[in-house]
């Protein structure tokens, strides 16, 4: 069983929280023979005025705008230096706040850097079933980019909170977007159960478990 590791990618303040995803059944071999491929989750929702120590307990040494292109550029550089292969930017369709057209200047940076993206679908900033089926829909616009991230030689595609929908409601989804099951859906969460219709799941929050304690 081949995995894909995971890291959260905390911006310019660095890399924490190592994890490992486990896909479900046989995949191909990562593009570098012998080595899992390193995606970090992106944050690209910042404005200057995002930040406040008042709200969180670091800030960044320079305060920057997650829509700059040079700070997008700077922070490819630093993931890659850190052995990071691929960006998953937590993407909630495309808002008014930019997200969506962040994640485009960082598929642009991409190209000329050797560098990957995909995207990890904020099922908490998603409203409803109907928008997160649009929202896929809008999302499959990407998937040819020669800098999105394929595993198993399908594009790839993860999900924060899956236990927002049941395992029926996902069927309902994927049927709609993904009929012939051309995407590798990746979920998280602490219920194996969704491995009926995801390819692969990942715990980002132990939170989801009745008993996280134990």
């Given at each position: 069983?081949?995995r894909?590791?995971?890291?959260?990618?905390?911006?310019?303040?660095?890399?924490?929280?190592?994890?490992?995803?486990?896909?479900?059944?046989?995949?191909?071999?990562?593009?570098?023979?012998?080595?899992?491929?390193?995606?970090?989750?992106?944050?690209?929702?910042?404005?200057?005025g995002?930040w406040?120590?008042?709200?969180?307990?670091?800030?960044?040494?320079?305060?920057?705008?997650?829509?700059?292109?040079?700070?997008?550029?700077?922070?490819?550089?630093?993931?890659?230096?850190?052995?990071?292969?691929?960006?998953?930017?937590?993407?909630?369709?495309?808002?008014?706040?930019?997200?969506?057209h962040?994640?485009?200047?960082?598929?642009?940076?991409?190209?000329?850097?050797?560098?990957?993206?995909?995207a990890?679908?904020?099922?908490?900033?998603?409203?409803?079933?109907?928008?997160?089926?649009?929202?896929?829909?809008?999302l499959?616009?990407?998937?040819?980019?020669?800098?999105?991230?394929?595993?198993?030689?399908?594009?790839f595609?993860?999900?924060?909170?899956?236990?927002?929908?049941?395992?029926?409601?996902?069927?309902?989804?994927?049927?709609?977007?993904?009929?012939?099951?051309?995407?590798?859906?990746?979920?998280?969460?602490?219920?194996?159960?969704?491995?009926?219709?995801?390819?692969?799941?990942?715990?980002?929050?132990?939170?989801?478990?009745?008993?996280?304690?134990?």
């Amino acid at each position: 069983m081949r995995r894909i590791v995971w890291t959260r990618w905390l911006m310019v303040v660095g890399c924490a929280c190592s994890l490992l995803y486990a896909a479900a059944g046989t995949v191909a071999p990562a593009a570098a023979a012998g080595q899992a491929p390193v995606l970090a989750v992106y944050y690209a929702w910042y404005g200057l005025g995002s930040w406040d120590a008042n709200k969180m307990s670091d800030l960044p040494p320079t305060l920057y705008n997650s829509g700059d292109e040079s700070v997008i550029r700077q922070q490819v550089t630093e993931a890659k230096s850190a052995g990071i292969d691929g960006f998953e930017v937590d993407w909630y369709g495309p808002t008014a706040d930019g997200v969506d057209h962040n994640m485009q200047t960082l598929l642009s940076v991409a190209h000329a850097a050797n560098f990957q993206v995909t995207a990890y679908v904020d099922l908490n900033l998603i409203a409803s079933k109907g928008d997160l089926i649009a929202d896929l829909q809008y999302l499959q616009r990407y998937y040819s980019d020669p800098s999105w991230f394929h595993f198993a030689g399908k594009p790839f595609v993860n999900f924060y909170n899956v236990n927002k929908y049941s395992v029926a409601d996902w069927r309902g989804i994927f049927a709609q977007v993904d009929p012939n099951h051309q995407v590798f859906w990746m979920g998280e969460g602490v219920q194996m159960d969704y491995l009926s219709v995801f390819d692969g799941m990942h715990p980002f929050s132990i939170a989801w478990a009745g008993n996280p304690a134990a």
